[in-house]
């Protein structure tokens, strides 16, 4: 069983920076591949980014690549997500999940709501 706790998330002006943390506890974290989703009023959650259990693989959506920068520290069980050049169509409730071992997102935290003013 993985649980997986958000925090950072807030209320920028367009054009500013947030960092999302998303502490997992239980165990193998470190195999585990850790996305970042969101899900905006309205709309369908969506795929942010993802890394994998070496942190040497990430993939992004369209929409937030050159933006926005995943990475992990396997020592303190942490994912981030460095959002840069916010726009107000970034404003969502952003989730993390992280994989079972036969594949596939299987656990989700509760999200951290980021809002972006214009």
């Known amino acids: 069983q993985v649980q997986l706790v958000e925090s950072g998330g807030g209320l920028v002006q367009a054009g500013g920076s947030l960092r999302l943390s998303c502490a997992a506890s239980?165990?193998?974290?470190?195999?585990?591949?850790m996305g970042w989703f969101r899900q905006a009023p309205g709309k369908e959650r969506e795929f942010v980014a993802s890394?994998?259990?070496?942190?040497?693989?990430?993939y992004y959506a369209d929409s937030t690549k050159g933006r926005f920068t995943i990475s992990r520290d396997n020592a303190k069980n942490t994912v981030y997500l460095q959002m840069n050049s916010l726009k107000p169509e970034d404003t969502a409730v952003y989730t993390c999940?992280?994989?079972?071992?036969?594949?596939?997102?299987?656990?989700w935290g509760q999200g951290t709501q980021v809002t972006v003013s214009s």
């Open positions: 239980g165990h193998t974290f470190s195999r585990r591949t």
């Open positions: 890394i994998d259990w070496s942190g040497d693989n990430t």
């Open positions: 999940a992280a994989t079972k071992p036969t594949g596939g997102y299987a656990y």
